[in-house]
């Protein structure tokens, strides 16, 4: 079994002067009647403390079974669903909702076609067996639709979810509340999120147009924001503890436009401008009405994001006034780790990998190596995308602006499709222009575009990584396409090493 990226990410101690916290755990026990051995699932929680999803892929053992122990500090929104495709397999995904300490108890009967659960929270699991749900979104859609138009849509989706809650409980009475009250944590999630994105997007979208009245975001977006706030998604005990740290990322993000309209300091390059900015967030998250621990973990979070993994002397300085010991000590031990992990392979290495078949290999470090050891002497932009992914699309269309502006330099742009249909995929391709002597628009099979996935960390779509000249990956958070200049800066400075 395997984690998806972060496993040891930022095991923060309990507030200053208090004795360290040791989660509990939820266990989840399955077993499939016809006692199947190999049959691989996947089971996917949010790890609140390590600010990250964790996927795991149990394979039932000789009996058919698979237990799986979570470490939880609350609650947790635990899905699982099978890889194979079993036949005769109603459940489908499930969504679990454990608190710390109890035990969940799985029968997949692949024989009579039903579900089976035993443990304190059964009543609640079959009745989404039962009852089924589905909790609709509006993710991905308003670009290119009018904002408040986005934004009405977004309100219905949410009034149908409710609706459609509500409707369920009056047909039958006796649900039990642990699946009503997901249910309802889920749908509001989903509100909030789907607006949050719309206002960040259009925002975005209207940025020269705010740009000419001054830099003042307009009052409708204010309100918005205003409107989609809400402790409940940043409180550490929700229900989707994880989804609510993206959300605060988010909002935080917003407040920094509101705050510094577009002309960042960080635009400014004068001096340290990462460290600048991530300053500017200090600020922000200070501001945030929320525990002392979790906004020790987003200043951890803000800082990767902005500063790339570099630790240098002033960037340590100012880190040790915002995080305790403790939390310092967990930063710079996976600073370390992820340096270890993405660090350039060797020339013997390099050799070994050219002469194995990549179709035989399964690891994502190996897959990831053989892809790029062509290009030694290059930068390589590699772009993790999909078809179906809204924002992907929206980003390809500043390609053809950033193969411009970059043109000229040793820059290898590498695409790596995820879950795309091959007639779309290459239309794409064709649209876009992601095909000629400086690209590579690859579509591996699904199993090794997971296993590169899993190996660089991706939680999220479209992902931008670049790779210095000597193989040494640099950052999974590098420039978009809709920043040309500032791809082009990050380029140029590797090129200078």
């Not at 997901?182 to 994105?197: E, H, K």
């Not at 992914?389 to 820059?411: A, D, F, S, W």
Request: proline share 4%.
């Amino acid at each position: 079994m395997k984690k998806i990226i972060i496993t040891m990410l930022f095991a923060l101690v309990a507030l200053v002067g208090q004795a360290q916290v040791s989660p509990d755990t939820i266990t989840v026990c399955f077993q499939l009647s016809s006692k199947t051995k190999g049959e691989e699932a996947t089971l996917v929680y949010p790890d609140f403390r390590a600010c990250d999803i964790i996927a795991l892929k149990p394979i039932t053992d000789s009996n058919g079974c698979w237990t799986v122990k979570i470490p939880a500090f609350q609650t947790l929104h635990i899905q699982i669903w099978d890889n194979n495709k079993i036949q005769g397999i109603v459940w489908g995904a499930l969504n679990l909702f454990c608190r710390p300490g109890t035990r969940t108890e799985i029968l997949l009967d692949d024989v009579n076609d039903r579900c089976v659960f035993t443990g304190e929270n059964a009543e609640a699991h079959q009745a989404q067996i039962t009852h089924p749900l589905k909790i609709e979104n509006f993710h991905g859609q308003m670009f290119g639709i009018d904002l408040q138009e986005a934004t009405q849509a977004i309100r219905s989706i949410h009034e149908q979810n409710l609706y459609r809650i509500d409707t369920l409980c009056t047909a039958h009475p006796d649900l039990p509340s642990r699946h009503v009250e997901g249910l309802r944590v889920m749908a509001d999630y989903g509100f909030g999120m789907d607006m949050t994105q719309n206002i960040v997007g259009h925002i975005f979208e209207s940025m020269a147009k705010i740009l000419e009245q001054g830099n003042t975001v307009p009052q409708e977006y204010l309100d918005l924001l205003h409107e989609v706030k809400t402790h409940n998604l940043l409180h550490p005990q929700g229900l989707l503890s994880r989804e609510a740290t993206t959300y605060f990322s988010d909002v935080v993000r917003i407040e920094d436009l509101i705050q510094n309209g577009f002309i960042r300091e960080a635009m400014k390059k004068k001096g340290d401008y990462q460290l600048k900015e991530f300053k500017q967030y200090c600020s922000l998250i200070d501001a945030i009405d929320a525990s002392d621990d979790v906004k020790q973990l987003m200043k951890s979070y803000r800082f990767l994001k902005d500063c790339n993994r570099e630790m240098t002397p002033e960037r340590e300085k100012f880190l040790r006034t915002q995080l305790t010991a403790d939390a310092f000590g967990q930063l710079q031990s996976y600073i370390n780790g992820m340096n270890a992990k993405f660090e350039a392979i060797s020339v013997e290495e390099v050799q070994v990998l050219d002469e194995t078949p990549i179709d035989s290999l399964v690891d994502g470090k190996d897959i990831f190596q053989k892809l790029i050891a062509p290009y030694r002497g290059r930068v390589v932009y590699v772009d993790l995308w999909g078809t179906w992914c809204g924002p992907c699309m929206r980003e390809m269309e500043y390609v053809n602006q950033l193969h411009k502006t970059l043109k000229g330099l040793p820059v290898t742009y590498m695409y790596l499709a995820n879950q795309s249909p091959k007639e779309l995929w290459q239309k794409t391709a064709k649209r876009f222009g992601l095909e000629g002597d400086d690209c590579q628009n690859l579509r591996l099979p699904d199993h090794q575009q997971h296993a590169v996935e899993e190996f660089l960390g991706v939680v999220g779509f479209p992902t931008f990584v670049l790779v210095a000249p000597d193989g040494t990956i640099v950052t999974k958070e590098a420039p978009r396409p809709s920043q040309p200049e500032a791809v082009r800066e990050a380029v140029l400075k590797l090129i200078e090493k």
